[in-house]
């Protein structure tokens, strides 16, 4: 059943209050909001119950990472899917790199459970009540994130790329 | 009709006798019975799939039988990019196999990390076992492959029997962690 970003939209600010539905954009068509983390599983859950939009499906989840905004430094995307009307929404928020806690989303779409997991090998966002958070992809004793931008991209032993073997 | 008989070595011959030395007689036998254990992750494995196939076949060289057991290789035939987390199990490989044991480094990336210079690749894998021979590439054409078998063919064929006794042999190993 076919349904509007603006009857998502109004669903969302009536329940949960305008203050927990901010930022709102519409880029392409696909309607973009953010939440403050306290609200996330309320919002979240609420989409998935839905008996009209029925957002049943994780599409993708992610994490950023903005140095320059201060107190909201890191920050994750959710995809989230409603097969029935083919209909997309983007959930983002943030949370200071000082103390960088989300609740999981693993409780309710199972398909977050590696995701979150990749999510804190690369940025080191901590799921609180993940039920198994640790390194997916990198070596096992890695002692930082490699996807936060203070880090450099390159291996920092590399020692034919220096200079002085070009002759500069 | 061509003679296709590996060359006996220098030695001396009579009626119904060949004398030479037990190294000579040794690396013949090693030069052209190496058993390649082929470790292949990415696009330099391709090459080295055509390499042991029939157009170009590996065999002519003696390495006949590719060994997917490290216990019964003779060398190690690297094809592809390290990641860090790969490091370990290349290791262990390695010291699972036998002496005498060679490494060929087949391609950029085995090399010296190659275009993945990145925290998650290692930076060539002489960092963490011996490497004989470097073979460059991205990825080398099968001749360069054939090529770097054949330099690791001179290496055995001329390697003496008591090299891998050695003290520089042991230092190479101890600089390595690997006892």
Same mark, same amino acid.
Request: aromatic share 10%; hydrophobic share 35%.
């Given at each position: 059943?076919?349904?509007?970003?603006?009857? +998502?939209?109004?669903?969302?600010?009536?329940?949960?209050?305008?203050?927990?539905?901010? &930022?709102?954009?519409?880029?392409?068509? %696909?309607?973009?909001?953010? +939440?403050?983390?306290?609200? %996330?599983?309320?919002?979240?859950?609420?989409?998935?119950?839905?008996?009209?939009?029925? =957002?049943?499906?994780?599409?993708?989840?992610?994490?950023?990472? =903005?140095?320059?905004?201060?107190?909201?430094?890191?920050?994750?995307?959710?995809?989230?899917?409603?097969?029935?009307?083919?209909?997309?929404?983007?959930?983002?928020? =943030?949370?200071?790199?000082?103390?960088?806690? +989300?609740?999981?989303?693993?409780?309710?779409?199972?398909?977050?459970?590696?995701?979150?997991?990749?999510?804190?090998? =690369?940025?080191?966002?901590?799921?609180?009540?993940?039920?198994? %958070?640790?390194?997916? %992809?990198?070596?096992?004793?890695?002692?930082?994130?490699?996807?936060?931008?203070?880090?450099?991209?390159?291996?920092?032993?590399?020692? &034919?790329?220096? &200079?002085?073997?070009?002759?500069? | 009709?061509?003679?296709?008989?590996?060359?006996?070595?220098?030695?001396?011959?009579?009626?119904?006798?060949?004398?030479?030395?037990?190294?000579?007689?040794?690396?013949?036998?090693?030069?052209?019975?190496?058993?390649?254990?082929?470790?292949?992750?990415?696009?330099?494995?391709?090459?080295?799939?055509?390499?042991?196939?029939? $157009?170009?076949?590996?065999?002519?060289?003696?390495?006949?039988?590719?060994?997917?057991?490290?216990?019964?290789?003779?060398?190690?035939?690297?094809?592809?990019?390290?990641?860090?987390?790969?490091?370990?199990?290349?290791?262990?490989?390695?010291?699972?196999?036998?002496?005498?044991?060679?490494?060929?480094?087949?391609?950029?990336?085995?090399?010296?990390?190659?275009?993945?210079?990145?925290?998650?690749?290692?930076?060539?894998?002489?960092?963490?076992?011996?490497?004989?021979?470097?073979?460059?590439?991205?990825?080398?054409?099968?001749?360069?492959?054939?090529?770097?078998?054949?330099?690791?063919?001179?290496?055995?064929?001329?390697?003496?029997?008591?090299?891998?006794?050695?003290?520089?042999?042991?230092?190479?190993?101890?600089?390595?962690?690997? $006892?």
């Amino acid at each position: 059943m076919a349904y509007s970003n603006e009857e +998502v939209l109004e669903y969302l600010q009536g329940t949960f209050g305008p203050e927990s539905i901010l &930022d709102v954009s519409e880029p392409f068509g %696909l309607l973009s909001i953010e +939440v403050p983390v306290s609200r %996330l599983i309320a919002v979240v859950t609420g989409l998935k119950s839905h008996p009209q939009f029925q =957002f049943t499906f994780m599409t993708d989840l992610c994490g950023m990472h =903005f140095p320059e905004q201060k107190g909201r430094e890191l920050g994750m995307v959710y995809m989230l899917h409603s097969w029935g009307s083919n209909t997309r929404i983007r959930i983002r928020t =943030f949370v200071p790199i000082e103390n960088p806690l +989300v609740p999981t989303l693993e409780g309710i779409y199972k398909a977050a459970n590696w995701m979150e997991r990749e999510t804190y090998d =690369f940025f080191g966002i901590i799921f609180e009540g993940h039920p198994d %958070l640790r390194r997916i %992809l990198n070596v096992d004793d890695m002692d930082y994130f490699p996807m936060r931008k203070e880090y450099p991209l390159e291996d920092q032993t590399r020692r &034919d790329k220096v &200079d002085e073997m070009f002759g500069r | 009709m061509v003679n296709t008989n590996v060359p006996a070595p220098q030695g001396i011959e009579g009626q119904g006798f060949f004398a030479t030395t037990l190294d000579n007689v040794v690396g013949l036998a090693r030069k052209n019975s190496l058993w390649p254990l082929p470790f292949a992750t990415s696009c330099c494995g391709i090459e080295f799939m055509a390499t042991m196939g029939s $157009h170009y076949d590996i065999s002519r060289f003696g390495s006949e039988r590719p060994s997917f057991s490290p216990r019964q290789a003779d060398l190690l035939m690297v094809m592809g990019t390290i990641a860090k987390k790969m490091a370990p199990v290349l290791k262990q490989t390695y010291m699972q196999m036998s002496e005498p044991r060679w490494v060929l480094s087949v391609g950029a990336c085995a090399c010296s990390g190659g275009i993945f210079d990145t925290y998650s690749v290692l930076q060539g894998i002489d960092r963490i076992i011996p490497v004989d021979v470097y073979v460059p590439g991205c990825p080398p054409r099968p001749e360069q492959i054939l090529e770097g078998l054949m330099k690791i063919q001179e290496l055995a064929t001329t390697e003496s029997t008591r090299r891998r006794e050695s003290e520089e042999y042991r230092a190479l190993l101890e600089s390595y962690n690997i $006892h």
